[in-house]
């Protein structure tokens, strides 16, 4: 039975998450019953990281198995003629071994958040970003970002209905720069780990967005991180400008 990988992207506005839900449309549903439609079998898929309702993905990696070896660019061309005029695109599909799992054979996921930092709000980008009006220092954000490198436990930047076991995760990247090109002003957070808590990208973000106004120092930021005080983080920054942008694998 031949597993693919695919490498998947979509836009997370009209989904209420990756994973299948009852009654609600997700990015999962979407996709399995695009594979039913073109293959005939009730395959399940497993992805990368389970993104929330709202979040993008430019790189989500997912694999399933089928009982027909089918020719990649069939699967890939056929799930995307089945999945219009929904915003999914199946970017590529290859066949790997068995043993390749999309979720635990990853080594490091990247996400991306985007905060627009000018006075007018978005027109066409919306749905991408997250508008902040207000002036914000890139620099103080990254200087407060680098204190939370390393492995910790990252419980006041964990949604209080987090399934994970544990809150202590190792996060190995957190950048924060802007981007100006003409009035269009953007800050970026680009960060990376193994795995992360639920809502833990969302948290640091906002927690950032108070660094950046100078409401929380570095120092402030450390302290909310060793003392795992919630209540002292900043506002869970929207769903809307997140996106998952890639995986490695060993």
């Not at 039975?1 to 836009?11: A, F, N, Q, S, T």
């Not at 964990?158 to 994970?164: F, K, T």
């Not at 190792?170 to 800050?187: K, N």
């Amino acid at each position: 039975m031949p597993r693919y990988k695919l490498v998947i992207e979509y836009d997370g506005a009209p989904f209420c998450g990756w994973q299948r839900q009852a009654d609600d449309p997700t990015v999962q549903a979407a996709i399995e019953t695009a594979v039913q439609r073109f293959s005939g079998e009730a395959a399940r898929l497993t992805c990368a990281g389970r993104t929330d309702a709202g979040v993008h993905a430019i790189h989500q990696v997912a694999h399933l198995d089928l009982a027909k070896d089918w020719r990649t660019d069939t699967v890939r061309d056929a799930l995307n003629a089945h999945l219009r005029p929904q915003p999914i695109s199946v970017i590529s599909a290859e066949v790997v071994p068995e043993t390749f799992d999309a979720r635990h054979s990853a080594i490091r996921r990247h996400y991306r958040y985007r905060i627009l930092n000018r006075r007018s709000p978005a027109a066409l980008t919306r749905a991408h970003v997250w508008h902040v009006p207000w002036p914000l220092d890139a620099d103080l954000m990254h200087a407060a970002a680098q204190r939370l490198i390393g492995r910790h436990d990252f419980s006041a930047f964990r949604a209080a209905e987090c399934q994970a076991k544990s809150p202590v995760r190792t996060l190995e990247q957190l950048d924060v720069t802007r981007a100006r090109m003409g009035l269009f002003e953007e800050i970026v957070i680009a960060t990376a780990a193994r795995s992360f808590l639920h809502h833990q990208v969302r948290a640091m973000a906002g927690t950032l967005m108070l660094a950046g106004c100078g409401r929380l120092s570095a120092d402030d930021v450390a302290e909310i991180l060793a003392t795992r005080a919630k209540h002292r983080c900043g506002p869970l920054a929207p769903a809307c400008g997140l996106t998952f942008v890639g995986v490695d694998y060993g």
